[in-house]
């Protein structure tokens, strides 16, 4: 909210210096049911399963969340109620918003605690004085100020959003545009590379630095293809081809196209006929960048574990290693599109490899695990699948 | 019943490099191979010569890979097209299909599937009829 917008909601609502006096000297009042107000406030969230979801650290989150909320009631009835105040309080709103708080749940909180201090004014006042009106309308006034501040939190992460969504459409029409016109030198390297390749072995040339290069050269076009890919296939969300397939088979194809350091060993732990309902091309290609990801975080040498299995009513497929995980901060990221912690990296792989699953009606995580990363496609069983598209 | 004359290949691609690189690599698989960069120009080479096989890419400067095999097939040329496509959708390879392409392959090319497609015609046609018989 800017500050001209700020000045207009105070006068909106009519918001003075003069209310920031009311509510400072109603403060003493105040204060020694502080505690009760939060706790009652804090109960209510407890008692309701989706607003409970949104608090994910248990009763330590609660702990300091209630700690935060006494000193925004003071601040809130203290002040003062200038520009470092908007800020101080759209901060807290803007972590309403990255938590997912459904913002219903804002206009009952504030409700809650409309009520509460209401009551403290009717209660602790003098029945009918100025005095009491004054701290009602001053109360009243706060909080629907409070109210506007976090609504627009909520808009500025839709108007952030939006905008993110349209660039992301320019840069991926550009990008698909791009992708598309590299294929033909693409094209035209590889093929070179496969006529050097033929002439080598005419020649009977057998030279260590030679193959070296041409490998270089033939992996960092590879390298480009799969980006161009990637690029390509997230434009324009390729429909799936789903038949019964062998897990193993999705997984071995899929190795086909790693290429991997000496010392980095890649451990396969496929069930055997073990089957999923999908389109292997494109787990095929999900997979493949997982397992990319993965050699490229371990340190030139580490070990991959590729298993899968059934879990609840579909098939898992795990891609763990024992590098150096990622980092907590990240986590939540990683899965954005154009979001890439890589120094080369495109933020396309994961973003793809997730959109591939849950395509599928499944889904990709990053799973806890006690070392390294562990990355989780899961495809839902086609009898559970067949049962949810009925339904 | 001729003796076993190297089998041809027509390379439509306006990329000319490339166009030249595939021409080579036939070449050097023990085919006989011309390049030409566009439809109508491949169209007019068809007019005096005979071809096994054409490669043909999906986006030309005038018609189309796709508008090709169908006039060639307009004009009563059998010959087994495949299309080869920096970037096909679905509705590309199925329209490929209907005019009667034998398969999309995606550039860059996997020139041992290219082989082994351009082959497969071989076999196809060895096994149905006499070589140089005449389309029925």
């Known amino acids: ?391 | 019943m001729g003796s076993r004359a190297p089998r041809r290949v027509l390379v439509v691609e306006d990329n000319e490099e490339l166009a030249e690189n595939i021409t080579e690599i036939f070449l050097g698989g023990g085919y006989d191979s011309r390049m030409v960069h566009s439809g109508e120009a491949a169209l007019q080479c068809m007019q005096t010569e005979r071809f096994d096989t054409m490669v043909t890419d999906l986006r030309l400067p005038g018609i189309s890979g796709l508008d090709l095999i169908v006039a060639m097939r307009a004009k009563g040329t059998r010959t087994p097209a495949i299309v080869i496509s920096a970037f096909a959708d679905d509705a590309t390879v199925k329209r490929a299909g209907v005019v009667g392409a034998l398969d999309v392959l995606p550039k860059p090319l996997d020139f041992d599937r290219l082989f082994a497609l351009v082959e497969s015609v071989e076999r196809v046609e060895l096994g149905s009829r006499a070589p140089g018989s005449s389309p029925p």
Not at chain 1, 109 to 130: C, E, F, Y
Not at chain 1, 186 to 196: C, K, R, V
Not at chain 1, 217 to 245: F, G, S, W
Not at chain 1, 275 to 297: C, F, K, S, T
Request: aromatic content about 4%; overall charge negative; charged content about 25%.
């Open chain 1, 1 to 391: 909210m800017t500050p001209h917008q700020y000045a207009s909601i105070r006068a909106y609502v009519g918001f003075t210096d003069e209310s920031t006096e009311v509510l400072r000297s109603f403060h003493p009042l105040v204060a020694p049911k502080a505690r009760a107000i939060i706790d009652d406030f804090y109960a209510a969230i407890e008692a309701h399963p989706d607003a409970r979801a949104a608090i994910t650290g248990g009763a330590a989150q609660i702990a300091r969340l209630k700690t935060t909320l006494l000193g925004w009631l003071d601040s809130l009835l203290l002040g003062p109620h200038d520009l470092a105040y908007l800020e101080a309080h759209s901060r807290i709103g803007r972590v309403h918003v990255r938590i997912s708080l459904p913002q219903e749940f804002m206009f009952t909180a504030i409700n809650r605690i409309r009520k509460h201090l209401n009551d403290i004014a009717l209660r602790s006042l003098p029945l009918g004085s100025p005095e009491q009106a004054a701290t009602k309308t001053a109360v009243n006034q706060v909080l629907d100020l409070e109210l506007a501040i976090m609504l627009d939190t909520f808009r500025e992460d839709l108007v952030d959003k939006m905008r993110a969504r349209e660039r992301l459409a320019t840069i991926g029409e550009l990008s698909a545009t791009i992708a598309h016109e590299l294929r033909n030198p693409l094209g035209t390297l590889g093929s070179s590379l496969f006529l050097l390749r033929k002439r080598l072995e005419t020649l009977q040339v057998s030279d260590p630095l030679l193959d070296k290069h041409h490998a270089r050269i033939a992996h960092q076009v590879q390298e480009c293809v799969t980006m161009t890919t990637n690029l390509l296939d997230l434009a324009r969300e390729k429909p799936l081809t789903r038949r019964a397939t062998f897990v193993a088979e999705v997984v071995d194809e899929t190795m086909r196209q790693i290429i991997a350091p000496q010392d980095i060993h890649i451990h396969l732990n496929i069930p055997v006929g073990l089957q999923l309902y999908g389109d292997p091309d494109q787990l095929r290609h999900a997979l493949a960048n997982l397992i990319r990801n993965a050699v490229e975080a371990l340190p030139g040498k580490g070990n991959i574990e590729v298993s899968a299995g059934h879990l609840n009513e579909s098939i898992h497929i795990d891609v763990s290693d024992d590098g150096p995980g990622v980092p907590p901060e990240l986590q939540r990221r990683i899965f954005d599109l154009l979001f890439t912690s890589k120094a080369s990296g495109t933020g396309l792989g994961l973003a793809l490899a997730r959109r591939v699953c849950e395509a599928h009606g499944g889904t990709l995580s990053l799973e806890p695990s006690p070392v390294g990363a562990r990355f989780r496609i899961t495809i839902p069983e086609p009898a559970a699948d067949a049962q949810r598209s009925v339904v």
